[in-house]
């Protein structure tokens, strides 16, 4: 009696293992009809948004997706510039008061409704917290007043001059959202952008699709993308060659394994991974101590063993992606030089080097990666420093916030406005004054440029403010590391953007 | 007659054991190169006879690391052995003595402690005191009491009946010098037999916490940490996977098969 | 009756304290969850205004209290980092790390029982010595070794597996299969080590006993004297064996989920922790504990079911 049981027991077996070999096949098949007119992508994605509601988000990979989905007065360009979007066109007054902007016609909303200079007023409104008390963003203290005159235009007055002022109008600081909308922006996000947002699974993935009305009459290409959460690159390579995935980002010493099937894309981040360290706490509160460490350091070995050599070397904090902003030579300012490093560390009084610690977050491998380089170059020249990691949270709250740390790494994602990525320098900014650098000349400079209308004068301002964040030896800025894309060898259209978006609007079959 | 059996899993789990403690002993002094030394240029090097166990991404010698890894295998082991057995003997070993109410609500407490998966509570344990060899060790060693206590316990209770000590109780020695002289002698072997599975148990979670990120963290080198290191190139460069894993296997191994030695050794004499 | 009663006040009692445990030990966690969801480009302003209206400026007591009061009205709270309800997250989740329990179940005692048996009968042989010393060397692999290996050598040669990801029952059943059947292989593994013995050596016992003895010289055939009384009479320790390795199955998908990316409890934990995501943590950690009691509840009265002389008292 019992022998039959074991005998059903292994037909069972038998029989999954022939609906396996079955099953194989049948995938198979599917693969091969479904890619030969590509109308939807499945786009890989390292974690979850922060918000769906773009006013409460602000995590640089949300936006990747969502700059999809939401637009603002103007919308990021390839090049690091802005162009109009649901603003045709703009003016400003000869004091750099009052910008005046005109809506474009026919902008309407994913729900269908057509964008109102009520609308831009309220996403201005909830923004800065008007009449609420319960601001959003300070990126708009700066602003008096917002205007409807009529209902095609939008003033915004401006208590005083700021050159910066329309890098802040894209859909990553101010993107323009429907009234009508207003309690479920965080479940149901409604925008205008070239995608629809259809629905968002935590952990698993978020669905948009195209948005039929757009604006613009030729884009986008595909019906649908959708973003696919996985946190380990292993298993998303295997997606990518198992035909799961479209797009992932890969590591850089995997790229052989990619190369050969797939479309390779190396995209500059405009990031700065930089060691930092605590200018306020001794040692590194006396320059010669800062420049040792710049000395000690040899970024291109960081470079190769923590990016296999996929990364852009940096002298200050700013990405060369940031064109004309660049400031070009500061890469070798400090040459990597044991001795000069020890000299340096002598002269100001630690022949024998010291002890330090070496804080970093736990939630990406790259620092311990980079950590553990820097720790033996600075072994070189007598400084042991310990590596203590951190969770993430532990390290946002204690290093970042409370600023209870010798020395940090991290990678600070860049901006479209060369502004926000170098004011994190200036003294009186302690929320994000990470090192707490404090340096008058520099204070003054960024002051002044806020002011400066003229371009020309604008970038020699920003140039010299990078030499100064070098020459202070303010951290030592490695590099900005390049996102590596395999992408499936059917699709063409990739865009890089100089920050983190990654734009499905002119994503399309090739041809 | 049968001819005296052999002693199969206490000889070759002493042999495995003795084989790793003489590693660790001699990577205090010797390893091939430098454990933490970074040649980014020597990186991901297959097995050769200058790299027994090829190198790293960084281009660390795999062996040098791996014998330095047994340290913090080792160390990590001890501190949750010793944690799980103190605590679990004194806890066990009260409550089993005293009995009534109060054994009845240490064991609910530690019933409750156990029916919880014990990874989160090591994972919320880590994540108050921070990662760290030594916070690692004691999170785990706060696990093991649990299971440990339950040993001693019931122990204690099958002596507290015999007759010795209830002799011993009649003529007024005292509680302590009762526990610790005579109970505590007799329930001797259970308690090695658990302290080495616990040593066991202890290695296998120290290398799934640090795979999770929560262990051991670098430079320290950790057969768990490179585990979970060797993650991504699983196939372009499998020994980076299998040097630590396998190593990490044998050592477990080792303790499993003591604690059965014993376990025949013990159960032999007491027929 | 009284049973009954007494063992669910324990489960209550037992829920409450770990309830109070999270909560005290996420009293001590740094770190704040609006904070590590913004990330460092987070505004003041910005970090403010979220708080007030996720609660999340209110002390920390005043929280738990409400969560606690949402509790008795069967509502576990909403998730700060997902913006959605905590039962609906572990709802969606809870196919995924079932399916993966129940399937290492169903390893486990698909190979446990006909193997324990084989060696029982084969007591001091090589074959018996073999599997002994096969089934150690199952207890000391770190499972997420055999995982990674798993990948390495299965999951990557054929098309049947998914490795990394989770295709959902509703969508293909072969293809949740391919995707669920090496995890729980990998979950699976060790615990046939430790159940493989169990079912051994309770065999072993009873077939020392006299009645096995008498039932032999009176000619019953051995697969009957097996099957029909060892087998049944060995049960007991047996199901205390599975009761014990259901929670153990439980904790290993925490891990085994990381190593195959798959979308379960044991993930969401852990992205929950780091987040610090209360209202989650706690759901899933009494959820969990909840489990764990009732299985343990369950394995209580199939002892009085599998043996009469057992009377259900505490």
Known sequence: MRKRWIIFASLLIMSLLVSACSGSSQKGEKGEEGKSEIKEMSVRINSDPDFLDPHKAEASLTFRMMLNVFEGLFNPSPDGSVEPAIAEKYQVSDDGLVYTFTLRDEVKFHNGDPVTVKDVKYSFDRLMGTGTGQPLSSDFVNVEAVETPDDKTVVMKLKKPDSTFIYRLTAEQAAIIPESNDANQNTKPIGTGSFKFVEYNPENNLIIEKNK?????????????????????????????????????????????????????????????????????????????????????????????????????????????????????????????????????????????????????????????????????????????????VEWAKWLEDVYGKRDYEMTMIDFTGKLDPYKILSRYVSTNKSSNLMNFNNAEFDKLMADVVLETDEAKQIAMYQQAQEILTKQAAAVFIADYKTLWGMNPKVEGFKSYPIFYMDMAHMKPKQ | MKRKKINLNLLVGCFVLLFFLVTMVVSFFYTPYDVNAIAVSNKLQAPSSAHWFGTDPFGRDILSRIMAGTQTAFFVGSVVTLIGVVFGTLIG????????WLDEIIMRAIDALMAFPGIILAIMIVAVFGTGTLNTAIALGILATPGIARIARSGFIQNK????????????????????????????????????????????????????????????????????????????????????????????????????GIRDLTDHRSK | MTYVVRRFLLLVVTLIFISVITFLVFQILPGDPVRTMLGPDADEAQVETLKQQLGLDQPGHVQYLHLVEGFFQGDMGDSIRFSRPVTGLIMERLPITLSLAVISLIIVILVTIPLGIFSAKREKKWSDFFLSSFTQLGMAVPTFFVGMVLILFIGMSFQFFTTGGYVPWSESITGAIGSLILPALTIALPQIAISFRYVRNAILEQ?????????????VSEAIVIYKHVLRNSLIPVVTVFGLILAEVIAGTIVVEQVFSLPGIGRLLITAVSYRDFPVVQGIVLYIALVVVVINFIVDILYAVLDPRIRLKS
């Open chain 3, 207 to 219: 077939s020392k006993l006299d009645y096995v003895r008498t039932a032999r010289g009176k000619g």
């Open chain 2, 93 to 100: 070993g009260f409550a089993g003595y005293v009995g009534g």
């Open chain 1, 213 to 389: 009305d757009y604006w613009k009459k030729d884009v986008p290409y595909l019906d649908k993308v959708t973003f696919v959460f996985q946190s380990d690159n292993q298993s998303a390579l295997l997606s990518l060659q198992g035909g799961q995935l479209d797009l992932t980002d890969i590591p850089a010493h995997q790229k052989a394994e990619v190369e050969k099937n797939f479309t390779i894309i190396e995209q500059e981040n405009n990031s700065v991974f930089l060691l930092g360290f605590n200018n306020e706490k001794k040692p590194f509160s006396d320059l010669k101590v800062r420049q040792a460490i710049n000395y000690a350091i040899n970024k291109d070995e960081i470079i190769e063993g923590a990016f296999s050599g996929y990364a852009t070397k940096l002298g200050s904090n700013l990405s060369p992606i940031m064109g004309k902003y660049y400031k070009k030579g500061l890469e070798d300012y400090y040459p990597a030089n044991v001795e000069k490093a020890k000299q340096l560390l002598a002269e100001a009084g630690y022949p024998d080097g010291f002890k330090t610690t070496l804080t970093i977050s736990s939630h990406a491998e790259l620092y311990s990666d980079a950590a553990q380089i820097a720790v033996e170059q600075l072994k070189k020249v007598g400084i042991t420093a310990e590596i203590k990691v």
């Open chain 2, 161 to 260: 009946q015999l007759e010795y000590v209830s002799a011993a109780k009649s003529i007024g020695v005292h509680p302590l010098k009762i526990i610790f002289r005579e109970i505590l002698p007799n329930i001797y072997s259970p308690l090695i037999v658990a302290a080495s599975v616990a040593f066991a148990i202890a290695l296998l979670a120290e290398a799934s916490l640090s795979y999770l990120g929560l262990g051991v963290q670098p430079p320290d080198p950790s057969l768990g940490r490179m585990l979970k290191e060797s993650q991504e190139y699983l196939t372009t460069s499998p020994w980076f996977t299998l040097a630590p894993g396998i190593t990490i296997t044998l050592l477990v191994l080792g303790f499993y098969m003591l604690s059965n």
